[in-house]
């Protein structure tokens, strides 16, 4: 066992002191494996229980987990709300797995305000986790329509001045998902978070799905920039210093 991995077994963030169960690779964690299947939708958001193209039915119960990786990496994309199997996992316990095979932290990303909040009350509460905040392009056109827009991103601008954000995102556009009518509106709120971003210097995180044309003219038209832009959050804070990060400039 590598110092790094040492560190991260022993490593315990729940108030009780309480260590986390050990990890043992090509085993399923202690966290991910239920007495007894929980009802789905008991406890926050469920993800599809079909696959999205195929229609198959998608499997419930979690993989075993993977040898640990060799240098620590941040999964910078996470969404750690979502119920994704037979039980519901803490931030906590998602996190303390990842942790003892070498993902010592993760961007939590939000989608709307609620996923948004949750992202910024995790990072506050446990500093493996960082945040980032937005409406999903795939929101964005069914809040305009609703007249919820102006007042959903007003609160996503407030959750982007708390400490812990490091994005915005996950901002974008979807064209598979949403039909001519709504790309207006789309379009409208990718600048609205790019100027947000440009705003706070932070970095932006794009969702890009069949419509790479528009995202990349959307970048060039766009009045104001962040200084850094991906496909993905790129944490790169005093925060977590020493790790590497990989940004596409603007």
């Known amino acids: 066992?590598?110092?790094?991995?040492?560190?991260?077994?022993?490593?315990?963030v729940d108030s009780g002191g309480v260590s986390p169960s050990a990890v043992t690779p090509g085993e399923?964690?202690?966290?991910?494996?239920?007495?007894?299947?929980?009802?789905?939708?008991?406890?926050?958001?469920?993800?599809?229980?079909?696959?999205?193209?195929?229609?198959?039915?998608?499997?419930?119960d979690y993989p075993p987990a993977p040898e640990p990786l060799p240098v620590p990496v941040i999964d910078n994309h996470a969404h750690l709300d979502f119920r994704d199997g037979q039980v519901q996992v803490t931030v906590a316990e998602h996190l303390d797995a990842a942790q003892q095979v070498g993902v010592s932290g993760a961007v939590l990303v939000g989608?709307?305000?609620?996923?948004?909040?949750?992202?910024?009350?995790?990072?506050?509460?446990?500093?493996?986790?960082?945040?980032?905040?937005?409406?999903?392009?795939?929101?964005?056109?069914?809040?305009?329509?609703?007249?919820k827009y102006a007042s959903a991103f007003e609160e996503i601008t407030t959750l982007a001045e708390a400490e812990h954000v490091v994005a915005v995102g996950e901002t974008g556009l979807d064209f598979f998902r949403t039909a001519e009518a709504g790309r207006a509106a789309q379009k409208e709120s990718f600048y609205d978070h790019l100027a947000?971003?440009?705003q706070r210097?932070?970095?932006?995180?794009?969702?890009?799905?069949?419509?790479?044309a528009d995202v990349v003219r959307v970048l060039k038209d766009a009045p104001a920039l962040p200084?850094?832009?991906?496909?993905?959050?790129?944490?790169?804070?005093?925060?977590?210093?020493?790790?590497?990060?990989?940004?596409?400039?603007?």
Do not use: C
């Open 111 to 147: 989608y709307d305000v609620a996923s948004s909040r949750f992202s910024v009350e995790a990072a506050r509460t446990d500093p493996r986790a960082k945040a980032a905040v937005a409406l999903h392009p795939n929101d964005a056109p069914q809040l305009a329509e609703k007249g």
């Open 227 to 250: 200084r850094q832009s991906s496909s993905t959050a790129t944490p790169g804070t005093p925060s977590w210093p020493g790790y590497a990060t990989r940004t596409a400039g603007t």
């Open 196 to 198: 947000l971003a440009a």
């Open 28 to 60: 399923i964690p202690a966290a991910y494996r239920p007495a007894a299947a929980e009802p789905l939708g008991e406890r926050g958001p469920v993800r599809e229980l079909t696959e999205e193209k195929s229609g198959r039915k998608r499997r419930l």
């Open 1 to 12: 066992m590598t110092p790094h991995q040492a560190a991260a077994a022993a490593r315990s």
């Open 201 to 212: 210097g932070l970095p932006v995180q794009i969702h890009d799905r069949e419509a790479h």
